[in-house]
Structure formats: structure tokens, C-alpha cells
């Protein structure tokens, strides 16, 4: 069906191709599954409206027009009544057409309510090694980049991948000096992480996008805080910690970090130095597979309820897919309620 699509795209309009990455073996359901994540999530307005919004705003690094929105929409509709077989009725498609076009507005709205450029260039100023498959980068945007601490923007390499853009959270709070610092992990023969951890340099080019997400900080808040990261999900964590060291006096913070073995908490020695520098802080960190470990160990979840109780707390939950759906299965059997719990999972699906 993905195939389908988007040769009903190409076909009719070969301009739109460009905007592609060259091969598309490995990811070509990509834009198809992510419109059908998105009608599906369509009677969800107030979760999703803000999100749209900004995936508009973060879709002019494509340079995609009006006219793209009807092209890609009217691709999707021929492509479901072709698959979906006789079961497919007036109904479905007008329903569709109707979610689609929902979505479609939204995002466009976002993109024209935006005054901000369409992508920032940025150069790498340093590039460090933090384990085998682990990487600290830090880059300095050409232009001023306004982001909120716990946000992510998609990255792309032009130089190793054009046209192949990742999402990665801007692991600190903005500085003035506009720099800003993400955690990478190379995964498999993963495209955007292998060239961020094994081949980009500092002097590099990369191209950034416009920032989403809202894992950031309440500050009306005055709930203690607990935040749980798995591996470099504690990107955006770090950059939560940063805020809260401008203006944090009365909360505790718990941060729960876990990784597989004590190479992969690569980042716990400035962990510990803010514990240190700051008494509202403590920081718990839990190896899977790690023999000989001395600490906490299990999954992050374990860890987690071993502590407690956690019922009067803001929780902020970011790492891989697996990582994130434990631990908000073990949030739920702790009885903590869904309102406190905000989340990243590194996966769009
Ligand atoms: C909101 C959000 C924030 C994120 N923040 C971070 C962050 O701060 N740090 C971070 O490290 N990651 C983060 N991620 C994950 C990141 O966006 C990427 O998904 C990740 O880096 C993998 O991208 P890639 O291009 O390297 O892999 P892809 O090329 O997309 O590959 C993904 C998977 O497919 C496998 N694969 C690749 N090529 C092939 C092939 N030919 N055949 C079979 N399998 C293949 C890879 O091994 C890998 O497991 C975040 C994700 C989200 C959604
Ligand atoms: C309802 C409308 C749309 C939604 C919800 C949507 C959503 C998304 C999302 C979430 C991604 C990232 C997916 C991922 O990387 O896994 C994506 C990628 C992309 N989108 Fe859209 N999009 C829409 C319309 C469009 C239109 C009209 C165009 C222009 C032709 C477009 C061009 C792209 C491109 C080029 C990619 C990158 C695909 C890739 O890397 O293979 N999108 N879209």
C-alpha cells in the first residue's frame, strides 16, 4: 500500500520526488504511517492540536506548499480504496477525507502562524565519544533558535544523508550563546544516529528543524518531580534539570537513570555534580546487565518501585519504546495518575 502512494504521488507530480531522501527502501512507509497515526488520533483535538501544529511548522524544512497537502491527501484515498477491498464504502471515504483534511488544516495553520525560518543551519562545535555506540555533539545554530528546555527538533546530515531527517532532544536549557547539545545513540545500521556518532566532526554542517514536543516544566507546579531516563532518553531530562537550577528551591527531584551496563550511563559523572551542587536533587542510577554492579538493578521500572511512594509526584518519562511503555505499566500499577505522567518515547508510532 506505502508503495502504492507514493507512486500515485511521484507519478502525477515527479517535483514532489525532491523532497524525498534518495533511497526510500528502508523507511518508505514512514509518511504514510505517520497520516494514519494522525487520523486515527482525530477525536483527540486537545491532546493532538498543538502537536499538529507544530508538525506544520516542522514540515517547512520540506518546503511543502498548500497544493502538496491535496496531492498527498487525494494519494492516501486512492490508495485505501484500492486496498481496502469491498468492504470499502461512501462512509470510510468520506470519513477519511474528512480526518484528513482536519489534520491538513491544522498543520498548515501551524506552518503559516510561523514567522521563524523554514530550517536553522548549524555548525558542530564539538563532538565527543561517550561509549561504543554512544555520542555528546554540540552545535551552534547560524541564527537564533527559541526552543523550550525538554523539547526535540528534527537533525539532518546533508553531508552523509540529504533529505533524511531524525528527531533528537536538545539536551539542555537555551543558553545565550545559542548552543545546543544532544546525546546520541548509534542504533544498528541506523542512518541519522551511525552519522551523528561515527563519521560527523566538529566543523560539520547539519540543518535543524522547528522544535515540538511538550515534555517541558510546569512551573505552577509545586509537586516534587521524578524523571526517568533510559540511555540518551536522558537527553531532554538533563535539559529539564538545567531549567530547574534557575529557579528550583522547594521541589525534590528523583532522577531515575537507566542503562544496560555502566559504560551506557555515559552521562552520570555531571549527573552526580549537579546532585552535589544542589541539595534538592538525588540521582538513582540502574544497570539491567551489569554483573558486579554495585547499585540498583533491573529495568528503571523495578528500580522505581522499590522507591515511593510516588503518588504525590510529577513524573517525566523518556527512552526507548520498550523502556517507555514499562515503566508507565509500572507508573499505573503504582496507582499514579496518568495527569502527572508526561512522556517521549523514541519512536513517532
Ligand atoms: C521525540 C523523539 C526524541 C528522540 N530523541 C532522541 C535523542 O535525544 N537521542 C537519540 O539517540 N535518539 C533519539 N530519538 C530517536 C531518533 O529519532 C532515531 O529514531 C534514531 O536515532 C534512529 O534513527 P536512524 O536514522 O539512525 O535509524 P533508521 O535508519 O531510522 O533505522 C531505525 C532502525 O532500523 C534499523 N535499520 C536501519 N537500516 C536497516 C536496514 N537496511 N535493514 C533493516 N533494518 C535497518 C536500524 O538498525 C534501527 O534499529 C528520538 C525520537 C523521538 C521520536
Ligand atoms: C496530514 C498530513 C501529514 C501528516 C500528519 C504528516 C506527518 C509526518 C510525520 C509525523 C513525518 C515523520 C515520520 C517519520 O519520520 O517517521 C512525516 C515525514 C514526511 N512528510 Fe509528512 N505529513 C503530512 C503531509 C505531508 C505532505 C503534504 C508532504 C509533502 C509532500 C509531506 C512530506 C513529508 C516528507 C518528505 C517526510 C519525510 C519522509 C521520509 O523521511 O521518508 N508530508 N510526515
Redesign the pocket.
Known amino acids: 500500500m506505502a508503495g502504492y502512494f507514493y507512486a500515485r504521488i511521484f507519478l502525477n507530480n515527479p517535483g514532489v520526488r525532491d523532497m524525498f531522501p534518495v533511497t526510500m527502501?528502508?523507511?518508505r512507509a514512514r509518511l504514510l504511517g505517520a497520516i494514519v497515526t494522525a487520523v486515527q488520533s482525530v477525536d483527540d483535538p486537545d491532546r493532538f492540536d498543538e502537536y499538529l501544529r507544530s508538525l506544520g511548522r516542522d514540515h517547512r524544512k520540506f518546503q511543502v506548499v498548500p497544493e502538496h497537502y491535496e496531492v498527498v491527501g487525494a494519494a492516501l484515498l486512492e490508495a485505501m480504496r484500492t486496498f481496502a477491498g469491498p468492504e470499502w464504502s461512501y462512509e470510510y471515504d468520506q470519513a477519511w477525507r474528512d480526518a484528513y483534511d482536519v489534520i491538513a488544516r491544522k498543520m498548515l495553520a501551524g506552518a503559516s502562524a510561523d514567522s521563524n525560518p523554514a530550517w536553522w543551519h548549524a555548525e558542530v562545535v564539538s563532538h565527543e565519544r561517550r561509549s561504543s555506540d554512544i555520542a555528546m555533539l554540540t552545535v551552534r545554530p547560524f541564527q537564533q533558535l527559541e526552543y523550550r528546555a525538554g523539547q526535540?527538533l528534527s537533525v539532518e546530515v546533508p553531508k552523509f544523508h540529504p533529505r533524511?531527517w531524525?528527531?533528537?532532544?536538545v539536551?539542555n536549557a537555551p543558553r545565550t550563546d545559542n548552543t545546543m547539545d544532544?546525546?546520541?545513540?548509534?542504533?544498528?545500521?541506523?542512518?541519522?544516529?551511525?552519522a551523528l556518532v561515527r563519521r560527523v566532526q566538529a566543523g560539520d554542517l547539519v540543518r535543524l528543524a522547528a522544535p515540538m514536543?511538550s515534555m517541558v516544566l510546569d512551573r505552577r507546579s509545586t509537586r516534587d518531580i521524578v524523571f526517568v531516563a533510559g540511555g540518551?532518553?536522558l537527553?531532554?531530562i538533563k535539559a529539564l534539570l538545567e531549567d530547574l537550577t534557575t529557579f528550583n528551591r522547594t521541589r525534590w527531584v528523583h532522577v531515575f537513570f537507566g542503562a544496560r551496563n555502566r559504560d551506557d550511563l555515559y552521562d552520570l559523572a555531571s549527573l552526580q555534580e549537579l546532585a552535589a551542587a544542589y541539595p534538592w536533587l538525588s540521582i538513582v542510577p540502574v544497570c539491567s546487565d551489569d554483573p558486579g554492579w554495585g547499585g540498583e538493578e533491573g529495568s528503571v521500572a523495578d528500580a522505581l518501585a522499590r522507591f515511593g511512594p510516588w503518588m504525590e509526584h510529577d513524573f517525566f518519562v523518556s527512552g526507548s519504546p520498550n523502556m517507555v511503555r514499562g515503566t508507565l505499566r509500572a507508573l499505573s500499577q503504582l496507582k499514579v495518575p496518568q495527569t502527572r505522567i508526561r512522556y517521549?518515547?523514541?519512536?513517532?508510532h
Open positions: 527502501d528502508v523507511q526535540y533524511v531524525r528527531t533528537y532532544s539536551a544532544f546525546h546520541v545513540r548509534a542504533l544498528g545500521a541506523g542512518w541519522v544516529s551511525g514536543g540518551t532518553g537527553s531532554p517521549d518515547a523514541f519512536s513517532e
